[in-house]
């Protein structure tokens, strides 16, 4: 079996640049792209060095700050101060710092929508960015020993037994105070442990919270619809079904029909292929 191994790297090295790493064995730990992927034997860990976070906490001068305990507020008063724009350098930074933290975010979604709000201003950010960052910076701090763990909690019985995608998804509709857009957050589950996650803001501006959810159910649809190729790929026959929930009987009930109704006709058509998806039974939404 090694020597089979051995003999497929060779032919993809042929074509692309590639180098093992090493082998995912119980208790080993293995380097990828800067994250440490520890296998615990039923399931995995997920993290980034220490000295990733401590350089950040570094760069921003907050080695000796005090934690905060949520990744975000907007609970502080906000003064005409706020709105003043970064000097070139403090731009710079700004950029830079929030670059290191979204490459952290793909593992920790207690951060995404924290992270994703701060991207918004990187073309200019304000006072009032800069703050959001250090206290983004100071919930790190008291963080580091988070880890992103990939633990199964389904067992398939047989290579007959569909595998379920399951995508939970809720939005927040308008609010961005500046824009009115809404936000989408979903999680995606494979055999009960979460492999995929993301926060964004909504292109369209939704003009209801059943319009804003409709959105939020259309963009876990899409991420749903890519892990199903992907693992078809590996998988090759065996049924995949996808199941997205929402906590909106409304958003349910405008993409579970066919068509538009009276107050619905301006909805962006991109999401229409929601309903088509749900009545040719490649769907089911909760």
Sequence with gaps: EEQ????????IQQHMLLRPTGESTPGSTVSFLGRQITNRGNYYEITLRDSYIDNILQEAQLETCNPATTPGTT????TVEDEELLNVEQHKQYRRMVGKLQW???TRP???YATKELARGLQQPTVKHQKKLKHLIRYLKGTKHYKFCISPT???RDDNMPLDIVANTDSDWAGCHSTRKSTTGFAIQVLGTTVHF???????V???SAESEFYAIGTATTEALFLKNFLQ??????KINIKVGTDSSSGKSMATRIGVSRRAKHIDLRFMFIQQLVHAGAVTLL
């Excluded at 790929?233 to 065996?238: A, K, S, T, W």
């Design 110 to 112: 207690d951060m995404a």
């Design 206 to 208: 939704a003009l209801s």
């Design 233 to 238: 790929e590996i998988l090759g026959n065996r």
């Design 75 to 78: 609970t502080t008063k906000e």
């Design 154 to 156: 389904v067992q398939l």
């Design 198 to 204: 993301g926060s964004r803001t909504q292109a369209t």
């Design 104 to 106: 952290l975010s793909y």
């Design 4 to 11: 089979e191994i051995n003999r497929i790297f060779e032919q």
